[in-house]
Structure formats: C-alpha cells, structure tokens
C-alpha cells in the first residue's frame, strides 16, 4: 500500500474488524441455539439474589457522588485530549520563545498547574472519596 | 518473475479501488487477526490455570489431553455450548444480548491497529499490522475503554444488584485509570514524537523501561486495572458480589464475555510491549534472521503474561475506595511529573 493513503481509508478495514468482531458471538449463540437444549421454566429465569426471591428492582438512582467522580474525569480527559495534539508541536521551531523555553511548553504548564489546584481543590473537598 | 505476475495485478486494483481493496483486505486481515488473539487466549487460559496451579501447591489442569492438561479448554468449550442458553426474565434483554458482542467488536478494533509482531526481510524489519495508522497508540486507549461500557452493558442489562455493583465499580475504577494510563501514552509519544506504535517501537534504541521507569511502573498499574485483573479486579470480586457484572451470565454468554477478558489481557500485554520494553527490537538472532524480531516479541509478551499471572498468584484484591484513591491521588499527579520527565529528557536529547 502507499504510504500516501487518505486519512479516512484507514478506517475502512477497521469496518471487516466490527462485522467480523460482531459475527464471532452471534455464530457462536447461533451453534447453542441448534444443538443446546432448552427448557424453560418460571424458576430458571428468576433473577439471582442469594437464594432468596428478589426484592425490588436493580435499576435503582445512583448516589450523587459517582457524578462527581465523572465530571473530574470529564475534567482530566478533556485535559488529555489537548496533549495529544502538543505531542507534535511542542519541539516544533516555529512556536515562539519566551526566555529561551517554547511559549507550548510555558503553556502547557501553565494549564497542567491549574488543573492541578483544581485536583488539590477535589481532594480537600472529598469529592473523590468513594461511598 | 512469478511474484510478479501475482503481485502486479494486486497492486494496480488496490491503486484503483481503494476502498474495495481496503474492504478485502480487512476481510483477510480480520480473519487472521480473529484467529491469532482466540489461539492466543486460550493459550493464556490454559497457561494461567497451570501456573496458578503450580502457585498454589495444585496440579491444574492434568486429566484432558496427557498429563499437561492441553485439550482442557476443549473440554470447556463442548461444555459451554452444549449448555442451556437461559436469559433472565428480569432482564434488559438487548442490552444483555448485545454485551458479550461489544465485547467481542472492541477488541477486534484494538487488535486491528497493533502490530502483531515483526519479520526481517533482508535487514530490513517489517512489521505485522493490519491498520498502520498515524495514531494508533490513540486509538488502541481509546478502544481499550470501550471495554468498560461492554461490562456496564452486562452489568446494567442483567437487573441484578450483584451485576449493578459490578458495573458501578468497573465504571468507576476505569475513569479512574484512564487519567494516568493516557499520560503514560503521551509521555512515550513525546519521547517518540510519534503516536503510531510502530515509530514508538522503532525510535526505542533505548527500551522506554530505563528512559522512563516511573511511567513504567505507572502504566503497568493502570493497565492492570484496566484489564480488571486480581488486585483491581473489584467488578467481579466472588467474595463480595457474586460475580459481580457477569452473575446473570451463563453458558457461552458468559464465555465469551470472560474469553474476551483473556484476550483483552494478550492485547494490553503486546501493548506494554510495544511502549516500554522495544516491541521486536533486540539483537538479530543468527540463522534464523527472519523470525528473530518475532522471536523477541513473543518472549516478552510471555514474559509479561506470566508476569500478570504471578501477580494475580501473590497478590490480594483491594478494597474498591482504595482503588479509586491510589488512582486520583497518587497514580495522576505521579504520571505529571513523569511527562515532565519526559519532555525534560526530550529537550535535552533533541
């Protein structure tokens, strides 16, 4: 293959890895369907709850506090998100120097360092703390 | 003069049909692939059972196939599909149905764009990809956190409070690690300046293992807990809740989706490889020139796999607060100083 293929025909490969990674399971639930028995019966298809019959349903509202953990996820990936573009720029001789270091290097520090406070700031709080 | 006339036409339709040719060669690279990562896994089965085994003062598997116990998984397998295949009447029924096939779909997208190894071909190294593209190390983290929405699926589509837990927990332990783990990534890519594996492995003249041990330590932790393997195994902790996100599982429901556990730890063990211990670099191996790169590759991903398994052997699980703690209070701010680390070393060497 050239080595001038268009970003986009990567990804076209990558769609016989999806129809083939999905056809795997559904031939293999296939096979059960055709050759393992089935018998259902009211008990059989009881939900499992130590012995017991279940009480209530398991879709119940979660505590607050996983959302607090998923907004400073949101926070850090964000976060990680714009490293991955500095990667390629950050020796790059274009970008200009303030006192002799790379204005992307200042930068990114700079935001690493507030993003920093802030993750102090959770940690004080106890908003990481798990319940 | 043969070659030729085979590969000539080969390469005037993929120059003409790109599209089509890309689709073909999917097909052929996905069917490879597809094999490779089942094989490897149930040799990650069998050699976790037997090494676990001989941890624990046992024999492992010793009855089915000689006294190695090699045909076991075959056993299992007959086992597993011969089983009735029975859906809870609780349960979300797509979201159950389609778990174990997320499952399957990302970790085929993972191995799809990692380098399975490498040939020499008269001094020079070609290596076996399927998707060679400029940001796989990317996408091969991005992919890898699917893996926790296909255990959510489970977890919320069975309608059970043992699943439930599970989920909520390998939900949480993976926001957790994703942090660090994405850190690590890039403190390799700015070593590298690279997000394709393949120029990572090949820029590693130096093994990143010695430029950047903490980042080493680091990624190891968080893949770890990525893979959801004893001591971060927490979603499917037996002693607490069951078998957390896969209670409802039963039959080859519950294989795959604990199959595609197996695989996803060859996947992140080539991938460890590949970032930190020089993927197929080391010292051409007389004789066999060809399969040297490939010879290398394949001794460190064992070494690493036995590694996971010894820890799995020495190692007692973690209480799930203290999980997230290690991950959001030390792991992340660690893996900063690593990046500083980093580019400190690549300013100095460029």
């Not at chain 2, 979300?92 to 997208?109: G, R």
């Not at chain 2, 990525?226 to 001591?231: A, T």
């Not at chain 2, 701010?333 to 070393?345: D, K, M």
Request: aromatic share 12%; with cysteine.
């Amino acid at each position: 293959m050239s080595s001038e293929m268009m970003a986009v025909d990567y990804y076209i490969p990558l769609i016989m890895f999806l129809i083939v990674g999905a056809l795997t399971p559904i031939g293999a639930m296939a096979v059960v369907k055709i050759i393992s028995p089935l018998k259902p019966t009211f008990r059989k298809g009881a939900t499992y709850e130590g012995g017991i019959s279940p009480i209530r349903d398991a879709l119940i509202q979660y505590n607050v506090q996983y959302y607090l953990i998923a907004i400073a996820f949101v926070i850090f990936d964000v976060e990680v998100l714009f490293l991955y573009p500095w990667i390629y720029i950050y020796t790059s001789e274009v970008i200009p120097t303030l006192g002799g270091v790379s204005i992307a290097i200042l930068g990114m520090a700079t935001f690493i360092i507030v993003l920093l406070i802030g993750l102090l700031y959770d940690i004080k709080k106890e908003a990481l703390r798990w319940v | 003069m043969v070659l030729s006339t085979i590969v000539e036409p080969i390469t005037d339709f993929v120059a003409q049909e790109p599209k089509i040719a890309g689709l073909i060669i999917g097909l052929i690279a996905a069917a490879i692939i597809s094999s490779v990562t089942n094989v490897g896994a149930m040799g990650i089965v069998w050699l976790e059972r037997k090494v676990l085994g001989d941890m624990t003062n046992r024999f492992g598997p010793s009855r089915v196939g000689t006294r190695w116990g090699i045909l076991q998984l075959v056993a299992d397998a007959i086992k597993l599909f011969t089983k009735e295949d029975s859906i809870p009447r609780g349960a979300d029924k797509p979201v159950y149905v389609w778990a174990p096939i997320v499952a399957c779909m990302t970790t085929m997208l993972v191995a799809a764009v990692l380098p399975w190894g490498a040939l020499n071909i008269g001094g020079v190294v070609y290596p076996l990809v399927a998707v060679n593209m400029d940001i796989s190390a990317f996408f091969v983290e991005a992919a890898l956190s699917l893996m926790a929405i296909a255990a959510f699926m489970a977890g919320w589509g069975s309608n059970n409070k043992y699943s439930m837990l599970g989920a909520f927990r390998g939900i949480a332990r993976m926001i957790s690690y994703e942090v660090p783990m994405g850190i690590c990534v890039i403190s390799v890519a700015v070593m590298a300046h690279s997000l394709n594996i393949v120029e990572i492995v090949e820029a590693q003249s130096i093994w990143y293992i010695i430029a950047q041990p903490l980042g080493f330590v680091i990624f190891m932790i968080a893949l770890i807990t990525d893979l959801g393997r004893v001591p971060f195994d927490q979603s499917e902790a037996e002693e607490e809740i069951i078998a957390g996100y896969v209670t409802e599982y039963g039959g080859i429901r519950w294989g795959l989706l604990y199959f595609q556990e197996y695989i996803t730890m060859l996947l992140g063990s080539v991938l460890l490889v590949h970032l930190y211990l020089g993927g197929w670099n080391g010292p051409t191996i007389p004789v066999i020139t060809i399969l040297s790169p490939m010879i290398w590759f394949l001794m460190k991903v064992i070494l690493v796999l036995v590694f996971l398994i010894w820890v799995r052997g020495s190692l007692i699980r973690f209480r799930i607060d203290q999980v997230t703690d290690l991950g959001w209070k030390w792991l992340l701010p660690l893996s900063l100083v690593n990046l500083v680390w980093a580019v400190a070393i690549g300013m100095y060497f460029a």
